[in-house]
């Protein structure tokens, strides 16, 4: 059995040292990021990689897209000098960690916690093309809150395109999870929790942070922890 994990345990190790040494995250973030892979993987198997894969190569092209445009316009939100901090990639996978930590424990709900994973992740992709691609293609923008124009770029600013874009990335996650599991009964599942969590996001971010009350990583924490909570929802109160 241990020779099972020998191959994936080495892939997640290699991917950790590329990002890294690709300056896409920093060393703890490199760190943290092959810590979730594993928990990931544990309870998710190859599906669970996947999912983390997917949301990690959307989010790693949307903040690379057109970011000289972006760094010039002082809209750049993803690109970090030295990568992304530990804390930014616990922001963004520690829940779907901690959902694979919790099926490796209690295997008999894998595919419950297997679905807080994809919900979870939806949520951080959503958030993350929206923003990083909305404010390229965005025309208009309105504060979430009270749905009056607002500036590009802010907290709690969102646009149409901005947000459709982001219902995509949610998309293909479902999809992920659809191939990986072998059916797409989940795929409205994981897209509305993928667009609640962006939501909850964008509702976060014009209120508390605002305010300075939150910084970005726990913005984030919040968004993820939406996708999964709503994915929990819609298990047990609309799909079973």
């Not at 605002?210 to 994915?231: E, H, P």
Request: charged share 10%; aromatic share 10%.
């Amino acid at each position: 059995m241990i020779y099972s994990w020998v191959i994936p345990l080495c892939c997640i190790g290699a991917a950790s040292l590329l990002t890294a040494a690709l300056g896409l995250l920093s060393r703890m973030g490199a760190l943290s990021g092959g810590l979730i892979a594993f928990l990931i993987y544990a309870g998710g198997g190859l599906t669970g990689i996947a999912l983390l894969a997917g949301f990690f190569i959307l989010g790693a092209g949307a903040t690379l897209w057109k970011s000289n445009t972006k760094s010039g316009a002082g809209l750049s939100e993803g690109k970090v000098p030295g990568g992304r901090s530990g804390y930014q990639v616990w922001a963004n996978g520690g829940v779907a960690g901690v959902a694979g930590l919790v099926s490796f424990m209690y295997p008999v709900n894998t595919e419950f916690f297997l679905l807080l994973m994809a919900a979870s992740l939806a949520a951080a992709t959503a958030d993350t093309l929206s923003s990083e691609l909305g404010v390229v293609y965005g025309r208009k923008f309105y504060n979430i809150t009270s749905f009056r124009p607002d500036r590009r770029g802010e907290n709690g600013a969102v646009s149409l395109e901005g947000t459709l874009i982001g219902m995509a990335g949610a998309a293909v996650l479902a999809i992920i999870y659809g191939i990986g599991v072998g059916h797409q009964q989940y795929f409205i599942t994981i897209l509305v929790a993928g667009a609640i969590g962006n939501i909850a996001d964008s509702i976060f971010g014009a209120t508390l942070e605002r305010r300075q009350l939150i910084g970005n990583d726990l913005v984030n924490l919040l968004n993820t922890a939406t996708g999964a909570f709503v994915g929990a929802l819609m298990y047990y109160f609309v799909v079973r």
